[in-house]
């Protein structure tokens, strides 16, 4: 069983940044990939971020490419995703996700386990 926590969300203005964090607990953490999903009122929760199991692969949706950094530290048991220049189509819920895949899934069924959300609102 693995249990996770999001936190880190808020309100930032257009062009800010914020952080997210995702701590978890659970056995043999190190073997499983962590994603970003975010779900905007609306809409499907979408991929966001990808990261494999040593943190040296990574994989991002092309909407975020370039802004956002999704990391890991495993000896914290510590995921992050550091959130450059953002939009207002960023504003979203969003969910860490672990799951035990060889590859970078990008669909949310590939999961696991979820967290609760962190809200993000980004302002105009």
């Known amino acids: 069983q693995v249990q996770l926590v999001e936190s880190g969300g808020g309100l930032v203005q257009a062009g800010g940044s914020l952080r997210l964090s995702c701590a978890a607990s659970g056995r043999f953490l190190s073997t499983y990939v962590m994603g970003w999903f975010r779900q905007a009122p609306g809409k499907e929760r979408e991929f966001v971020a990808v990261?494999?199991?040593?943190?040296?692969?990574?994989d991002y949706a092309d909407s975020v490419k370039g802004r956002f950094t999704i990391s890991r530290d495993n000896a914290k048991n510590m995921v992050y995703l550091q959130m450059n220049s953002l939009k207002p189509e960023d504003t979203a819920v969003y969910y860490c996700?672990?799951?035990?895949?060889?590859?970078?899934?990008?669909?949310?069924?590939?999961?696991?386990?979820w967290g609760q959300g962190t809200q993000v609102t980004v302002s105009a």
């Open positions: 996700a672990a799951g035990r895949s060889v590859a970078l899934p990008r669909r949310s069924r590939d999961y696991t386990y």
């Open positions: 990261v494999g199991w040593l943190g040296d692969n990574t």
